[in-house]
């Protein structure tokens, strides 16, 4: 399964962006795909997921600004940014759960990576 993120930007405080994840080769079976995001100096976070009935988490600092979404069709997940912070700034990947059942937060239960995208919000 390969993950290549689109979407990425530089947008002033404010603004929005769409981030695009689209999969390829092996079909992927899994229960969960996901964003993470590293910002400049800092460890990797979790940032949503999204399972396969269609349920969504969200981490307490995006939550209600952020959506994540998916179409199966299309094999591709997106990450809908709104309302941007500096804060936000950082690089974005989307990751493919292996390594549980269910969703979860911990990125040491997601197997494979994009190479990520860029986000850079200024003030």
């Known amino acids: 399964v390969q993950l290549v993120e689109s979407g990425g930007g530089s947008v002033q405080s404010g603004g929005s962006l769409r981030l695009s994840c689209a999969t390829s080769?092996?079909?992927?079976?899994?229960?969960?795909l996901g964003w993470f995001r590293q910002a400049p100096g800092q460890e990797r976070e979790w940032v949503a997921h999204i399972d396969n009935d269609g349920m969504t988490k969200y981490a307490d600092s995006v939550k209600g600004r952020f959506t994540i979404s998916q179409d199966k069709a299309k094999r591709t997940m997106y990450l809908q940014l709104s309302s941007l912070k500096p804060e936000d700034t950082g690089m974005y990947y989307c990751?493919?759960?292996?390594?549980?059942?269910?969703?979860?937060?911990?990125?040491?239960?997601?197997?494979?990576w994009g190479q990520g995208t860029q986000v850079t919000v200024s003030s």
């Open positions: 080769g092996d079909t992927y079976s899994g229960p969960c």
């Open positions: 990751a493919a759960a292996t390594g549980a059942p269910i969703c979860t937060v911990l990125e040491v239960d997601f197997g494979y």
